[in-house]
């Protein structure tokens, strides 16, 4: 008789115990793709609304811009960059922006903020956050015209409404002190409390007018790309061709520092989670098999008496442990199938608990549990579980192997 028949006839003698052991498998891969899908979707989510906020997911910047942001600071030829840029393989986009603090008032109130100066033609919803949540009026469309798009709340704050009048004033290239007059074309609501209150979308030529910016001054220009996994290899990749002296490339962990610890620390207590639930799914397992082995140790005293190798009785108990991982994750596959669906086309709404502010890292969230795996996230579950279910049954295996014919044929 082949090993291999032999080992799942032997699964089958406690068929109980071994539905069990193979319900704690597929549970265990129903657990870990939750875990682990969760993790892709929401960090994924996080990461691209982080960059339609302004960064992109790569910048090209001043030189110490990022630690000291400053409207003196702006790189030139922007045009031929973002042309250059956009041609690279593995780029969405690439777009010209000046971002600064500001003062923004009207005739009831004045508030702090920022802005961003953006080229209407090329920003969209796709690569614009705000743009995207716009709930009244319409974005401008002349970059040299006096549109303004605020936030809600400053909206509120000012006591502006859509077609009225405010004020922004902030500092030149040379540090000194200017203002310019804006008309409310469009306010957006993006949920995070801190950027509805203070954040507004200028034109760019304006702007670098006021400012007295050269024609193809700007302080960054904001890289989206494909694949937010290929962006250490992209940053190290666009730095080589675009870096200057006077001017870095930076990737949004570098720009988004609190962004980056947030996931960070939120990756690693999934990554603890997931072990312990392995941990319990592996003792499980070796429960499964341990007891198999102990039942058996006459059988096994009776095979190597009649000329089975040690090696043999190890091979076997080995067989039976990956018998039992197929079981599982065969198992495991049926009953995560429409829980993935589910969770991947509806999800489950967790709005009702989060109040108002949908925000973390400073960045959107989506309060729509909703989940997502990549490919080596699905090749990581299926090889986690069937290492584990495999690593488990060594000891069982080793001990089988090593039971002395004489004492197990006196076992009763």
Do not use: C
């Not at 922004?168 to 409310?184: F, H, M, P, Q, W």
């Amino acid at each position: 008789m082949k090993l291999t028949t032999m080992a799942w006839r032997n699964l089958w003698r406690r068929k109980r115990r071994t539905a069990i052991t193979a319900f704690s498998i597929a549970f265990g891969v129903l657990l870990a793709v939750t875990f682990t899908g969760s993790g892709d979707y929401v960090y994924t989510n996080m990461i691209n609304t982080g960059a339609q906020m302004g960064l992109g997911h790569i910048s090209v910047e001043p030189n110490g811009y990022n630690q000291t942001p400053g409207l003196d600071k702006r790189i030139h030829q922007t045009t031929a960059l973002r042309q250059q840029l956009i041609m690279m393989p593995g780029v969405s986009d690439a777009i010209v922006r000046i971002m600064g603090q500001a003062m923004f008032a009207s005739a009831r109130k004045s508030v702090g903020g920022a802005f961003i100066a953006v080229d209407p033609a090329q920003e969209s919803s796709v690569n614009n956050l705000f743009i995207r949540s716009i709930i009244a009026g319409s974005r401008f469309t002349d970059s040299n015209g006096q549109g303004i798009v605020i936030g809600s709340r400053m909206a509120q704050k000012l006591g502006v409404t859509i077609g009225k009048k405010l004020v922004y004033t902030t500092t030149d290239v040379n540090g000194e002190i200017v203002s310019e007059i804006a008309r409310v074309s469009a306010i957006f609501q993006t949920g995070v409390t801190e950027v509805d209150g203070a954040m507004a979308l200028l034109p760019l030529d304006r702007v670098r007018g006021t400012l007295r910016y050269q024609a193809d001054d700007a302080t960054l220009v904001a890289i989206t790309i494909k694949d937010h996994r290929a962006t250490d290899a992209m940053t190290a990749g666009i730095a080589a061709q675009v870096a200057l002296p006077e001017r870095e490339v930076l990737s949004w962990r570098q720009t988004q520092p609190d962004l980056a610890g947030l996931i960070a620390m939120d990756r690693s207590s999934n990554y603890v989670t997931q072990t312990l639930i392995g941990l319990l799914i592996a003792a499980g397992i070796l429960n499964t098999l341990l007891m198999s082995v102990l039942e058996r140790t006459r059988e096994f005293g009776v095979m190597m008496a009649i000329g089975m190798s040690p090696h043999t009785l190890f091979r076997l108990v080995i067989t039976e442990s990956l018998w039992l991982a197929i079981i599982g994750l065969v198992f495991g596959i049926v009953i995560t199938a429409p829980w993935y669906h589910y969770l991947n086309t509806i999800g489950i709404d967790f709005s009702g608990a989060m109040g108002d502010d949908y925000s973390a890292g400073g960045v959107l969230i989506d309060p729509v549990m909703k989940v997502y795996l990549y490919r080596e996230s699905v090749i990581a579950i299926l090889a986690g579980v069937f290492g584990l279910t495999l690593v488990a049954g060594i000891y069982p295996a080793w001990r089988a192997g090593r039971i002395p014919p004489v004492a197990s044929l006196k076992t009763l």
